[in-house]
């Protein structure tokens, strides 16, 4: 009888500490992935505002590495929300 109690009370500590583990690396997160996507698009349109300043065009290269930092932005988010969801 001994055992069964202590079986049951083993666990009770540590599920509150792993559920507020796991709420909190979410909250982590949810707060890190806008700034994961907004940084790579501005880092594609700054690098393609330096190329076309540089070039002398007009803003094709802003508007393509802007885009390109968009799809890479979000590949980025999706890999990280896959990785998360796995572990």
């Known amino acids: 009888m001994t055992s069964e109690n202590k079986s049951e009370h083993d666990g009770s500590p540590a599920a509150p500490l792993e559920k507020a583990k796991t709420v909190s690396n979410q909250a982590?997160?949810?707060?890190?992935?806008?700034?994961?996507?907004?940084?790579?698009?501005?880092?594609?349109?700054?690098?393609?505002?330096?190329?076309?300043?540089?070039?002398?065009?007009?803003?094709?290269?802003?508007?393509?590495?802007?885009?390109?930092?968009?799809?890479?932005?979000?590949?980025e988010v999706i890999r990280r929300l896959s990785a998360s969801s796995d572990g």
């Not at 982590?28 to 700054?46: D, H, K």
């Open 28 to 75: 982590s997160l949810a707060m890190e992935l806008p700034f994961t996507l907004v940084a790579a698009v501005v880092f594609g349109g700054g690098l393609g505002f330096f190329l076309d300043r540089w070039l002398h065009t007009k803003p094709i290269f802003m508007i393509l590495l802007g885009g390109l930092g968009f799809f890479a932005g979000v590949r």
